[in-house]
Protein backbone atom coordinates (compact mmCIF):
# COMPACT_ATOMS: atom_id res chain seq x y z
CA UNK A 1 0.00 0.00 0.00
CA UNK A 2 1.42 3.25 -0.79
CA UNK A 3 2.20 5.75 2.01
CA UNK A 4 0.03 9.01 2.36
CA UNK A 5 1.79 12.17 1.94
CA UNK A 6 -0.17 13.53 5.02
CA UNK A 7 3.08 13.82 7.78
CA UNK A 8 0.80 12.80 10.56
CA UNK A 9 -0.60 9.55 8.72
CA UNK A 10 2.76 8.55 7.40
CA UNK A 11 4.19 8.58 10.83
CA UNK A 12 1.45 5.87 11.99
CA UNK A 13 1.81 4.04 8.79
CA UNK A 14 5.28 3.60 9.50
CA UNK A 15 4.67 2.82 13.24
CA UNK A 16 2.48 -0.13 12.28
CA UNK A 17 3.72 -1.48 9.35
CA UNK A 18 4.51 -4.93 9.68
CA UNK A 19 4.46 -7.98 7.60
CA UNK A 20 1.94 -10.96 7.68
CA UNK A 21 1.09 -13.46 5.83
CA UNK A 22 2.30 -15.77 3.10
CA UNK A 23 4.61 -13.82 0.13
CA UNK A 24 1.67 -13.04 -2.52
CA UNK A 25 -1.46 -12.50 -0.55
CA UNK A 26 -2.87 -9.30 -0.25
CA UNK A 27 -2.55 -6.93 2.64
CA UNK A 28 -3.09 -4.12 4.24
CA UNK A 29 -1.72 -3.61 7.33
CA UNK A 30 -2.57 0.49 7.41
CA UNK A 31 -6.11 -0.75 6.87
CA UNK A 32 -6.47 -3.69 9.66
CA UNK A 33 -7.79 -3.36 13.03
CA UNK A 34 -5.18 -3.95 15.76
CA UNK A 35 -6.42 -4.66 19.66
CA UNK A 36 -5.10 -0.58 21.02
CA UNK A 37 -4.17 0.70 17.60
CA UNK A 38 -5.09 4.52 17.86
CA UNK A 39 -6.41 6.03 14.69
CA UNK A 40 -3.93 9.25 12.92
CA UNK A 41 -7.02 11.30 13.05
CA UNK A 42 -8.26 10.88 16.40
CA UNK A 43 -9.40 14.33 17.89
CA UNK A 44 -9.25 16.11 14.20
CA UNK A 45 -12.30 17.33 13.87
CA UNK A 46 -13.07 18.04 10.12
CA UNK A 47 -11.80 15.90 7.33
CA UNK A 48 -10.35 19.38 6.14
CA UNK A 49 -8.60 20.88 9.19
CA UNK A 50 -5.33 18.27 8.95
CA UNK A 51 -4.52 19.23 5.48
CA UNK A 52 -2.42 21.78 3.95
CA UNK A 53 -3.70 24.63 1.40
CA UNK A 54 -2.24 22.61 -1.45
CA UNK A 55 -3.55 18.82 -0.33
CA UNK A 56 -7.24 20.84 -0.31
CA UNK A 57 -6.94 21.89 -3.57
CA UNK A 58 -5.88 18.44 -5.03
CA UNK A 59 -8.86 16.94 -3.31
CA UNK A 60 -11.48 19.23 -4.41
CA UNK A 61 -10.24 18.79 -7.75
CA UNK A 62 -10.46 14.80 -7.25
CA UNK A 63 -13.82 15.42 -5.88
CA UNK A 64 -15.48 17.41 -8.28
CA UNK A 65 -13.75 14.82 -10.98
CA UNK A 66 -15.00 11.99 -9.56
CA UNK A 67 -18.10 13.25 -8.06
CA UNK A 68 -20.39 10.25 -10.05
CA UNK A 69 -18.30 8.28 -7.69
CA UNK A 70 -19.94 9.08 -4.31
CA UNK A 71 -23.49 8.03 -2.70
CA UNK A 72 -25.93 10.65 -2.65
CA UNK A 73 -25.16 10.09 1.44
CA UNK A 74 -21.62 10.47 1.10
CA UNK A 75 -21.82 13.61 -0.76
CA UNK A 76 -24.31 15.04 1.86
CA UNK A 77 -21.95 14.72 4.59
CA UNK A 78 -19.53 16.01 2.56
CA UNK A 79 -21.54 19.23 1.88
CA UNK A 80 -22.42 19.61 5.61
CA UNK A 81 -18.73 19.14 6.87
CA UNK A 82 -17.71 22.04 4.45
CA UNK A 83 -20.72 24.37 5.61
CA UNK A 84 -19.78 24.13 8.61
CA UNK A 85 -16.38 26.34 7.99
CA UNK A 86 -17.58 29.47 8.62
CA UNK A 87 -14.92 30.23 5.97
CA UNK A 88 -16.15 28.08 3.65
CA UNK A 89 -19.61 29.82 4.20
CA UNK A 90 -19.16 33.03 3.59
CA UNK A 91 -16.25 32.17 0.33
CA UNK A 92 -19.85 30.47 -1.19
CA UNK A 93 -22.22 33.99 -0.28
CA UNK A 94 -20.14 36.09 -1.93
CA UNK A 95 -19.65 33.63 -5.05
CA UNK A 96 -23.39 33.61 -5.35
CA UNK A 97 -23.88 37.26 -4.76
CA UNK A 98 -22.20 37.71 -8.10
CA UNK A 99 -24.19 37.89 -11.38
CA UNK A 100 -24.89 34.61 -13.07
CA UNK A 101 -22.42 32.95 -15.24
CA UNK A 102 -24.19 32.90 -18.94
CA UNK A 103 -25.13 36.36 -17.98
CA UNK A 104 -21.82 37.44 -17.77
CA UNK A 105 -20.15 35.17 -20.22
CA UNK A 106 -21.54 37.07 -23.73
CA UNK A 107 -19.58 38.73 -26.53
CA UNK A 108 -21.08 40.76 -29.33
CA UNK A 109 -20.63 39.80 -33.04
CA UNK A 110 -21.62 41.09 -36.28
CA UNK A 111 -23.84 39.71 -38.40
CA UNK A 112 -22.55 38.62 -42.07
CA UNK A 113 -25.75 38.93 -43.99
CA UNK A 114 -27.29 42.21 -42.55
CA UNK A 115 -24.31 43.77 -40.54
CA UNK A 116 -26.30 44.37 -37.30
CA UNK A 117 -24.78 43.43 -34.07
CA UNK A 118 -26.05 40.79 -31.84
CA UNK A 119 -24.82 38.96 -28.18
CA UNK A 120 -24.16 35.34 -28.39
CA UNK A 121 -22.73 33.11 -25.45
CA UNK A 122 -19.03 32.94 -25.06
CA UNK A 123 -18.85 29.30 -26.55
CA UNK A 124 -20.60 30.40 -29.91
CA UNK A 125 -18.19 33.05 -30.28
CA UNK A 126 -16.51 30.88 -33.48
CA UNK A 127 -19.43 29.19 -34.89
CA UNK A 128 -22.13 32.06 -34.70
CA UNK A 129 -21.74 34.50 -37.55
CA UNK A 130 -25.90 35.81 -38.83
CA UNK A 131 -28.58 37.37 -36.13
CA UNK A 132 -31.49 35.17 -37.16
CA UNK A 133 -33.25 32.35 -39.43
CA UNK A 134 -33.23 35.30 -42.17
CA UNK A 135 -30.21 35.59 -42.19
CA UNK A 136 -29.15 31.93 -42.83
CA UNK A 137 -31.46 31.88 -45.44
CA UNK A 138 -30.48 34.60 -47.23
CA UNK A 139 -26.97 33.97 -46.99
CA UNK A 140 -27.68 30.19 -49.22
CA UNK A 141 -29.84 32.21 -52.05
CA UNK A 142 -27.57 31.52 -55.55
CA UNK A 143 -25.36 28.62 -53.62
CA UNK A 144 -26.06 25.73 -55.48
CA UNK A 145 -26.68 22.36 -53.58
CA UNK A 146 -23.83 19.85 -52.94
CA UNK A 147 -25.28 17.46 -55.40
CA UNK A 148 -26.64 19.24 -58.15
CA UNK A 149 -25.66 17.84 -61.55
CA UNK A 150 -25.21 14.38 -59.50
CA UNK A 151 -27.63 11.49 -61.30
CA UNK A 152 -29.10 9.59 -58.73
CA UNK A 153 -27.82 6.03 -59.96
CA UNK A 154 -31.07 3.45 -60.28
CA UNK A 155 -30.21 0.86 -56.98
CA UNK A 156 -30.47 4.69 -54.63
CA UNK A 157 -33.88 5.35 -56.77
CA UNK A 158 -34.94 2.12 -56.40
CA UNK A 159 -34.57 2.01 -52.34
CA UNK A 160 -35.69 5.52 -52.08
CA UNK A 161 -38.93 4.66 -54.09
CA UNK A 162 -39.92 1.45 -51.76
CA UNK A 163 -39.02 3.34 -48.54
CA UNK A 164 -41.80 6.40 -49.66
CA UNK A 165 -44.08 3.26 -50.52
CA UNK A 166 -43.84 2.29 -47.10
CA UNK A 167 -44.22 5.38 -45.71
CA UNK A 168 -47.42 6.17 -47.35
CA UNK A 169 -49.09 2.60 -46.61
CA UNK A 170 -49.04 4.09 -43.25
CA UNK A 171 -52.35 6.03 -42.65
CA UNK A 172 -51.29 8.24 -39.42
CA UNK A 173 -48.31 9.38 -41.63
CA UNK A 174 -50.20 10.15 -44.73
CA UNK A 175 -52.69 12.18 -43.52
CA UNK A 176 -49.90 14.01 -41.19
CA UNK A 177 -48.18 14.88 -44.04
CA UNK A 178 -51.37 15.82 -46.32
CA UNK A 179 -51.98 18.26 -43.38
CA UNK A 180 -48.99 19.93 -43.68
CA UNK A 181 -48.63 19.87 -47.15
CA UNK A 182 -52.30 21.65 -47.15
CA UNK A 183 -51.34 23.85 -44.24
CA UNK A 184 -48.23 25.40 -46.17
CA UNK A 185 -50.04 25.60 -49.31
CA UNK A 186 -52.40 28.00 -47.36
CA UNK A 187 -55.33 26.57 -49.48
CA UNK A 188 -58.00 28.93 -49.85
CA UNK A 189 -61.66 28.11 -52.30
CA UNK A 190 -60.87 28.28 -56.01
CA UNK A 191 -63.75 30.51 -58.04
CA UNK A 192 -65.39 26.95 -58.88
CA UNK A 193 -65.91 26.50 -55.45
CA UNK A 194 -66.59 29.91 -54.32
CA UNK A 195 -69.42 29.21 -57.01
CA UNK A 196 -70.80 25.89 -55.54
CA UNK A 197 -70.53 27.41 -52.20
CA UNK A 198 -72.70 30.63 -53.40
CA UNK A 199 -75.63 28.02 -54.82
CA UNK A 200 -75.11 25.84 -51.54
CA UNK A 201 -75.54 28.76 -49.17
CA UNK A 202 -78.30 30.32 -51.06
CA UNK A 203 -80.73 27.03 -51.29
CA UNK A 204 -79.47 26.72 -47.48
CA UNK A 205 -77.83 22.49 -48.38
CA UNK A 206 -76.57 20.49 -45.55
CA UNK A 207 -72.64 20.76 -47.00
CA UNK A 208 -69.69 22.82 -46.02
CA UNK A 209 -66.38 23.42 -47.17
CA UNK A 210 -63.71 21.86 -46.00
CA UNK A 211 -61.22 22.44 -48.67
CA UNK A 212 -58.25 23.91 -46.27
CA UNK A 213 -57.72 20.97 -44.92
CA UNK A 214 -59.92 20.92 -41.98
CA UNK A 215 -60.65 16.71 -43.30
CA UNK A 216 -58.29 14.63 -44.39
CA UNK A 217 -59.81 10.64 -45.68
CA UNK A 218 -56.88 8.34 -46.52
CA UNK A 219 -54.30 11.25 -47.24
CA UNK A 220 -56.68 12.72 -49.57
CA UNK A 221 -59.18 16.23 -49.01
CA UNK A 222 -62.52 16.53 -50.01
CA UNK A 223 -63.52 19.86 -51.08
CA UNK A 224 -67.33 19.64 -49.49
CA UNK A 225 -68.80 17.18 -47.02
CA UNK A 226 -72.70 16.67 -45.82
CA UNK A 227 -73.22 18.58 -42.22
CA UNK A 228 -75.99 15.91 -40.84
CA UNK A 229 -73.93 12.73 -41.08
CA UNK A 230 -75.16 10.84 -43.71
CA UNK A 231 -71.15 10.71 -45.37
CA UNK A 232 -71.43 12.68 -48.74
CA UNK A 233 -68.95 14.18 -50.21
CA UNK A 234 -69.14 16.68 -53.29
CA UNK A 235 -65.92 17.31 -55.52
CA UNK A 236 -65.28 19.82 -57.97
CA UNK A 237 -63.29 19.30 -60.80
CA UNK A 238 -61.57 22.01 -62.87
CA UNK A 239 -61.15 20.98 -67.08
CA UNK A 240 -57.58 21.94 -67.20
CA UNK A 241 -56.45 20.24 -63.73
CA UNK A 242 -58.59 16.94 -64.35
CA UNK A 243 -58.41 16.32 -67.83
CA UNK A 244 -57.33 13.76 -69.47
CA UNK A 245 -54.30 16.14 -70.55
CA UNK A 246 -52.54 15.78 -67.61
CA UNK A 247 -50.39 12.87 -65.79
CA UNK A 248 -52.84 12.41 -62.75
CA UNK A 249 -52.89 9.64 -60.40
CA UNK A 250 -55.02 6.90 -59.90
CA UNK A 251 -56.51 8.44 -56.32
CA UNK A 252 -56.75 12.03 -58.46
CA UNK A 253 -59.27 10.98 -61.07
CA UNK A 254 -62.78 10.33 -60.61
CA UNK A 255 -63.32 6.59 -60.62
CA UNK A 256 -60.51 7.22 -58.26
CA UNK A 257 -61.77 9.56 -55.51
CA UNK A 258 -65.14 7.23 -55.93
CA UNK A 259 -63.60 4.24 -55.31
CA UNK A 260 -61.16 5.62 -51.79
CA UNK A 261 -64.19 7.62 -50.51
CA UNK A 262 -66.40 4.19 -51.14
CA UNK A 263 -64.37 2.48 -49.33
CA UNK A 264 -64.89 4.57 -46.30
CA UNK A 265 -68.08 4.35 -46.38
CA UNK A 266 -68.57 7.82 -48.13
CA UNK A 267 -70.48 7.98 -51.00
CA UNK A 268 -69.08 10.86 -53.55
CA UNK A 269 -70.39 13.35 -56.16
CA UNK A 270 -68.40 14.90 -58.64
CA UNK A 271 -69.07 18.34 -60.25
CA UNK A 272 -67.10 19.56 -63.41
CA UNK A 273 -65.88 23.26 -63.67
CA UNK A 274 -67.93 23.44 -67.14
CA UNK A 275 -71.45 22.32 -64.98
CA UNK A 276 -71.34 25.86 -62.97
CA UNK A 277 -72.58 27.80 -65.92
CA UNK A 278 -75.71 26.04 -65.28
CA UNK A 279 -76.40 26.71 -61.88
CA UNK A 280 -80.30 25.15 -62.07
CA UNK A 281 -78.69 21.93 -62.94
CA UNK A 282 -75.97 21.63 -60.49
CA UNK A 283 -78.90 22.40 -57.71
CA UNK A 284 -81.47 19.46 -59.33
CA UNK A 285 -78.26 17.08 -59.22
CA UNK A 286 -77.10 18.14 -55.66
CA UNK A 287 -80.42 17.54 -54.47
CA UNK A 288 -81.22 14.93 -55.54
CA UNK A 289 -77.23 13.17 -54.57
CA UNK A 290 -78.68 14.01 -51.14
CA UNK A 291 -81.95 12.35 -51.18
CA UNK A 292 -80.00 9.16 -52.31
Given at each position: ?????????????L????YR?????????????K??????????????????????R????R???????????????????????S???K??????????L?????????C??????????????N???????????????????????????????????????????????????????I????R????????????????????????????????LN??F????????????????????K???????????????????G?????I??????????????????D??
Open positions: MPLSRNPEMRKHQANLTGKKGEHFSPATEFKGYVPWNKGLRGYHMHFSEDEKKRAEIKKHRHLFTKDERSKIQKRLWSNEHHRMSEVHKKPRCARRRVSLTQQCGKSFEVLLYRKSAKFCSRACIALSKVGIPPWNKGIPMSEESRRKLSKSVEKLWRNLEYRNKTSIARAAQRRPTKPERELMRIINENNLPFRYVGDGSLILYGPDVDCDGSKRIIEVFGDYWHSGRDLRWQETEQGKKAVYGQLFKALVWEHELKEPDKVLEKIKEFRS
